[in-house]
């Protein structure tokens, strides 16, 4: 079995910093790709920082220069560090991992946490 925390978002104000984290444990095999999507107000979920096992990361246009995604292998911890945030950053924060467990192959979703960015 395997479990994920997420952890981090919440009210900030323009120009602040968050940081998001999620966390896998269990009978993880292996990790392929590790992520955050969002989901902005009455916006179609995006991709926003997506980092694969060989450690190439991948940015949106719109936060390159100030989400930075990086990860523990050690701790299966996925990270988003949010600096210099914005209005259009809040949205619903979701947690992406591609697994495998034995030979079958997982992806998880997280239920998401708020970003909220105050002007």
């Known amino acids: 079995q395997v479990h994920f925390v997420e952890s981090g978002g919440g009210l900030v104000q323009v120009g602040g910093s968050l940081r998001l984290s999620c966390a896998a444990s269990g009978s993880i095999s292996s990790i392929d790709d590790m992520g955050w999507y969002r989901q902005g107000p009455g916006k179609q979920r995006e991709l926003v920082a997506v980092m694969t096992s060989g450690g190439i990361t991948n940015y949106v246009d719109s936060v390159k220069g100030r989400f930075t995604v990086s990860t523990d292998t050690g701790k299966n911890t996925i990270y988003l560090q949010m600096n210099s945030l914005k209005p259009e950053d809040t949205a619903l924060y979701y947690c992406?991992?591609?697994?495998?467990?034995?030979?079958?192959?997982?992806?998880?979703w997280g239920r998401g946490t708020q970003v909220t960015v105050s002007s």
């Open positions: 992406n991992v591609v697994y495998h467990s034995g030979r079958v192959r997982y992806v998880y």
